[in-house]
Structures are given as C-alpha cells and as structure tokens.
T-cell receptor, first 110, second 114 residues
Framework: SQQGEEDPQALSIQEGENATMNCSYK?????LQWYRQNSGRGLVHLIL?????REKHSGRLRVTLDTSKKSSSLLITASRAADTASYFCATAITGNQFYFGTGTSLTVIP | EAGVAQSPRYKIIEKRQSVAFWCNPISGHATLYWYQQILGQGPKLLIQFQNNGVVDDSQLPKDRFSAERLKGVDSTLKIQPAKLEDSAVYLCASSLRISGNTIYFGEGSWLTVV
C-alpha cells in the first residue's frame, strides 16, 4: 500500500509545548498534505508540500519533507487546547489521488 | 465561499436496506471525491470524478456501491444492500483541478447499519 503511516498513533502534551508527528510512505510522491480532523467533523487542510520542497511554514505549523527517507514531519509550536484533534498525512503519487494514513491523535492538556 | 455540502448528516438503517448520500462540491471545482472513513482509521478513497467522468473507482465495492455525477456538479453515492461493515463516515471532497490542488472536505455523512 502506498498509504502514509503516521507516528506516533497518539500523543499527549501540555499546553504551550511543541508537538511533532511523523509520516512515512513507501513510493515516490508528487506532493504530501497534512490535514486536521476534530472529533465528529470533516478534514481541514493544513499544508501542502510538493516533492521539490523541503520545508514549509504556516503560522504555528512547520512541515518538512525528506524524499530520500520518504518521510515528512508536522511540528505544531506553542500548542493550544484547541489543537486537540487527529492529524493525517495524505500522499499523492499522481494527480490528486491522495492516500491517507491512520492518523495521530493529539491531546493538548490545558 | 460556500464549502462542500453533504446530506444527510446522520443515517441509521438496517442491514440489507439501501441508502443514498448527496454531495454538492465547491462551485467551480472539477474534481469530486468520495471517501469512506471507518472509526479509528484514515479516509479511504472510494471514487474520484473529473467533471462527470470517473478517474478512479478501484476501491469501490461495485457489487453494492454506486456513485454518479451526471451533470459534473453534485454527486450521489448509493449503497444497496448495506452490510454491517459499511458503518462509517462517508466524506465528500472537491478540488479545483485534478492535480496538485488542495482538497476540501465536507462534514461527512455518518452511517450506522444495524
């Protein structure tokens, strides 16, 4: 399967700390996206990073991509209780056919 | 800008019954997706449309699932007959074009098969 695999499966941190979650995949990709899903809701797009990019920032989010290791990481700095959610990476081999991993469940304790 | 609209939000049916979900994508988005998300798992692509044509339906259980996007705008996903294992959230999503674009998701349609 070309699905991304997130690690860890679950993460619990104190408010204000940084949260790092990783995604590994098996085949070469065109781009990779990170999504957030609050309980009972749809997925919200966070960042798209293309295969020729190594790092992207958006507010408190930082995404890195290492195509040689076939891995990506999502860093959330200065976490807030509202960041509590599941985070998914989605990999695209061709076009916009994205394959999702099983997600990292993040809990930020106030 | 209006987001991806889905209905119904919740549905409970008995096994062997049928159910249909409706999706209206963001205006102007050519690509439409249906994903199935079982509790505790990531979304799994069921079918992808480009306008009114099917791009990928390799993971759609065609013996019981069908989907159409007749006019290249809104779409319907049907399950007939439903099985217990079909209990999941059915997520509709859309993107502007087929390649390299952000995918926007609706809130999902929650199906429970009893």
């Amino acid at each position: 399967s070309q699905q991304g695999e997130e690690d860890p499966q679950a993460l619990s941190i104190q408010e204000g700390e940084n949260a790092t979650m990783n995604c590994s995949y098996k085949t070469s990709i065109n781009n990779l996206q990170w999504y957030r899903q609050n309980s009972g809701r749809g997925l919200v797009h966070l960042i798209l990073i293309r295969s020729n990019e190594r790092e992207k920032h958006s507010g408190r989010l930082r995404v890195t991509l290492d195509t040689s290791k076939k891995s990506s990481s999502l860093l959330i700095t200065a976490s807030r209780a509202a960041d509590t959610a599941s985070y998914f990476c989605a990999t695209a081999i061709t076009g916009n056919q994205f394959y999702f991993g099983t997600g990292t469940s993040l809990t930020v304790i106030p | 800008e209006a987001g991806v609209a889905q209905s119904p939000r919740y549905k409970i049916i008995e096994k062997r019954q049928s159910v249909a979900f409706w999706c209206n994508p963001i205006s102007g988005h050519a690509t439409l997706y249906w994903y199935q998300q079982i509790l505790g798992q990531g979304p799994k692509l069921l079918i992808q449309f480009q306008n009114n044509g099917v791009v990928d339906d390799s993971q759609l259980p065609k013996d019981r699932f069908s989907a159409e996007r007749l006019k290249g705008v809104d779409s319907t996903l049907k399950i007939q007959p439903a099985k217990l294992e079909d209990s999941a959230v059915y997520l509709c999503a859309s993107s502007l074009r087929i390649s390299g674009n952000t995918i926007y998701f609706g809130e999902g349609s929650w199906l429970t098969v009893v």
